[in-house]
């Protein structure tokens, strides 16, 4: 081969690369949004984004939370699908903590031009989340579980210490008032997508988290290449710094600024 040639061939080479390279990297720009749908986690319900939603609306945009049954990864990325199918364009799809799974699997639909993960899970597709999790050190909230009747839930100590920490007592006894029941066997399910290997994301970490390991979310937010933020709160940054995690929202949505 001569000099010629070879050189002809590396140019070539790097411009395969530059030009197909990943659908992630491609997908990167945000693009103008006007709906919202938020997927609360486990051991919550919708009305967990309220804080987010007023400040969401008063922007202009239009904001719908998905009412998770908890009871099966297949039931949760349902009744997502549902809300989105009621969606008239563009529309930024955000999950908290357990969410995450969900948006991983269903963001994939074509109404959805961003994610947007708060504190949340991020697994790859088929990936043993569990098992990845396992890799960093084990959060507080984990020995909180009271299980009953195939169902679970955090005790109020476990919720008011490990989830809700840097919330007012009073509020987070509220929030634990009306925490979702999970089944047993919710944690178990695996998505078959990782919409974040094609879809622009963004991130936002807790430091103070006491559910999902700080360091494993970091992992999580580097893995995806998403646009990050950290915010000195516990597992619920959404309701104790709603305003940061709104701000997040309306840079995916092409709002910010």
């Excluded at 009871?71 to 008239?88: C, M, N, Y």
């Excluded at 100590?157 to 008032?177: M, N, P, T, V």
Aim: proline fraction near 4%; include cysteine; glycine fraction near 8%.
């Amino acid at each position: 081969m001569d000099r010629r040639t070879l050189s002809t061939m590396l140019i070539a080479g790097a411009v395969t690369s530059f030009f197909g390279g990943s659908k992630r990297a491609q997908a990167q720009p945000a693009v103008s949004a006007r709906n919202v749908v938020l997927v609360h986690g486990a051991y919550a319900d919708g009305s967990c984004w309220s804080e987010v939603i007023g400040r969401l609306q008063r922007t202009g945009l239009t904001a719908t939370a998905v009412q998770n049954p908890l009871t099966s990864l297949a039931d949760d990325v349902a009744a997502t699908r549902r809300i989105l199918a009621l969606q008239d364009g563009p529309t930024v799809l955000v999950g908290h903590s357990w969410a995450g799974t969900v948006i991983s699997e269903t963001g994939v639909d074509s109404k959805v031009s961003a994610l947007v993960y708060v504190a949340a899970r991020a697994p790859d597709a088929e990936e043993d989340y569990t098992a990845l999790a396992a890799k960093f050190p084990t959060p507080p909230a984990s020995a909180g579980l009271v299980k009953s009747g195939g169902f679970a839930q955090l005790s109020e100590e476990a919720f008011l210490r490990d989830f809700a920490g840097d919330i007012e007592a009073a509020k987070a006894r509220i929030l634990y008032a009306v925490q979702g029941r999970i089944s047993d066997t919710l944690f178990s399910g695996r998505t078959t997508n990782a919409a974040w290997r094609s879809k622009p994301s963004w991130y936002a970490i807790s430091t103070e988290d006491r559910t999902i390991s700080p360091a494993l979310e970091r992992f999580m937010a580097d893995r995806m290449k998403a646009k990050t933020i950290e915010v000195k709160a516990s597992h619920l940054s959404l309701i104790s710094h709603p305003q940061e995690i709104t701000d997040l929202i309306l840079d995916a949505a092409g709002h910010s600024g």
